[in-house]
T-cell receptor
Framework: EADIYQTPRYLVIGTGKKITLECSQT?????MYWYQQDPGMELHLIHY???????EKGDLSSESTVSRIRTEHFPLTLESARPSHTSQYLC?????????FGPGTRLTVT | QKEVEQNSGPLSVPEGAIASLNCTYS??????FFWYRQYSGKSPELIMS????GDKEDGRFTAQLNKASQYVSLLIRDSQPSDSATYLC????????FGRGTSLIVHP
C-alpha cells in the first residue's frame, strides 16, 4: 500500500498570507507531483520533481513554488494567498510508472 | 486538442451491466496507460495499468489497449452502484498526461 501524506487536510486562510502545503512519502520514490483540482473538474499538473534538487513547472501556470531537498519531502508554498488559489491540491509520487496520490489539501482563501 | 481525450459523460448503466469507458491519445503520449478511479471529494486511486497491445484482466476490470487505433478502454463487468465515480485515463510519459475523466453512474 502506498504511503503518501499531506498536511493540513483543510486550510482556511486570509488573503495575503504565506502558506506551505506539506507532502511526504515513505516509498523512496524519485518522482513527485503537485496537482490542482477544482470540484468536478480535471486534474492540472502544477509542479513536478524527478529527484532531489530537481523541480519543474507543469502545464498549469501557478504562482506557487516547490522545493525538493529530501527525496521523501515535496512542499508547495504560496507566498501570498489569493481567493483565486482556492482549490484542492493533490500530491502524488511515482516509482517507475503508476502514481500514488495523497489525500489532498482543501484550501480556501477568504 | 488534449493529448489524452475522454468523454466526460455521464455514462449511466444499470446495475449488473458492463460499463465501457474509452480514452484516445496522441502520438506524443507514450505507450503505458493507467486507469484511476476518483470518488467525489477523494483522491484518484489506481485500478488498472496496461503497457502492451491487447487485453489485461483483473477481477471485474479489463483494460484494452489498441496502439494502431490509439485508444485505450476500461470495461467494468457486473457494474455495482459502488463503481459510481469518475474514471481518469493517464498516458504515461515524461510528463504525466491525464484525460478530463468520465463520470460513471451505476443505478440500481
Amino acid at each position: 500500500e502506498a504511503d503518501i501524506y499531506q498536511t493540513p487536510r483543510y486550510l482556511v486562510i486570509g488573503t495575503g498570507k504565506k502558506i506551505t502545503l506539506e507532502c511526504s512519502q515513505t516509498m523512496g520514490h524519485d518522482k513527485m507531483y503537485w496537482y490542482q483540482q477544482d470540484p468536478g473538474m480535471e486534474l492540472h499538473l502544477i509542479h513536478y520533481s524527478y529527484g532531489v534538487n530537481s523541480t519543474e513547472k507543469g502545464d498549469l501556470s501557478s504562482e506557487s513554488t516547490v522545493s525538493r531537498i529530501r527525496t521523501e519531502h515535496f512542499p508547495l508554498t504560496l507566498e501570498s494567498a489569493r481567493p483565486s488559489h482556492t482549490s484542492q491540491y493533490l500530491c502524488a509520487s511515482s516509482g517507475v510508472y503508476e502514481q500514488y496520490f495523497g489525500p489532498g489539501t482543501r484550501l480556501t482563501v477568504t | 486538442q488534449k493529448e489524452v481525450e475522454q468523454n466526460s459523460g455521464p455514462l449511466s448503466v444499470p446495475e449488473g451491466a458492463i460499463a465501457s469507458l474509452n480514452c484516445t491519445y496522441s502520438d506524443r503520449v507514450s505507450q503505458s496507460f493507467f486507469w484511476y478511479r476518483q470518488y467525489s471529494g477523494k483522491s484518484p486511486e489506481l485500478i488498472m495499468s496496461i503497457y502492451s497491445n491487447g487485453d489485461k484482466e483483473d477481477g471485474r476490470f479489463t483494460a484494452q489497449l489498441n496502439k494502431a487505433s490509439q485508444y485505450v478502454s476500461l470495461l467494468i463487468r457486473d457494474s455495482q452502484p459502488s463503481d459510481s465515480a469518475t474514471y481518469l485515463c493517464e498516458g504515461g510519459s515524461y510528463i504525466p498526461t491525464f484525460g478530463r475523466g468520465t463520470s460513471l453512474i451505476v443505478h440500481p
